[in-house]
Nanobody, 127 residues
Framework: QVQLVESGGGLVQAGGSLSLSCAASGRTLRSYAMGWFRQAPGNAREFVAAITRSGDRTDYADSVKGRFTISKDNGENTMYLRMKSLKPEDTAIYYC????????????????????WGQGTQVTVSS
């Protein structure tokens, strides 16, 4: 079983940048497809970005395309979300998630595909 811990959240002004990390322990991330999700107060948890087990394919929510970049360093057992041009509407708790993929090229965009979750890290973007 893999344990996930997010870090890197904080307060940033609109237009600024932040990088989130998701450190794994217990199992190597080489085995998992992964994703980032976020949840704002009063809203459901929503998809942000996903990456395949090997890290060779990614997908993004339309709202973050061109601004966020997901990556995975299997050697460091860490996944990243680099965020730029942040907007107040990006304010949320950000969660990383992992799952055993059906195939090496599988991407998963919904919460119910994921078995393992971190505790979340708060990102606040001020206007």
């Amino acid at each position: 079983q893999v344990q996930l811990v997010e870090s890197g959240g904080g307060l940033v002004q609109a237009g600024g940048s932040l990088s989130l990390s998701c450190a794994a322990s217990g199992r190597t991330l080489r085995s998992y497809a992964m994703g980032w999700f976020r949840q704002a107060p009063g809203n459901a948890r929503e998809f942000v970005a996903a990456i395949t087990r090997s890290g060779d394919r990614t997908d993004y929510a339309d709202s973050v395309k061109g601004r966020f970049t997901i990556s995975k360093d299997n050697g460091e057992n860490t996944m990243y979300l680099r965020m730029k041009s942040l907007k107040p509407e990006d304010t949320a708790i950000y969660y990383c998630a992992a799952t055993w993929p059906y195939s090496a090229g599988s991407l998963y965009l919904t919460t119910n595909n994921y078995n393992y979750w971190g505790q979340g890290t708060q990102v606040t973007v001020s206007s």
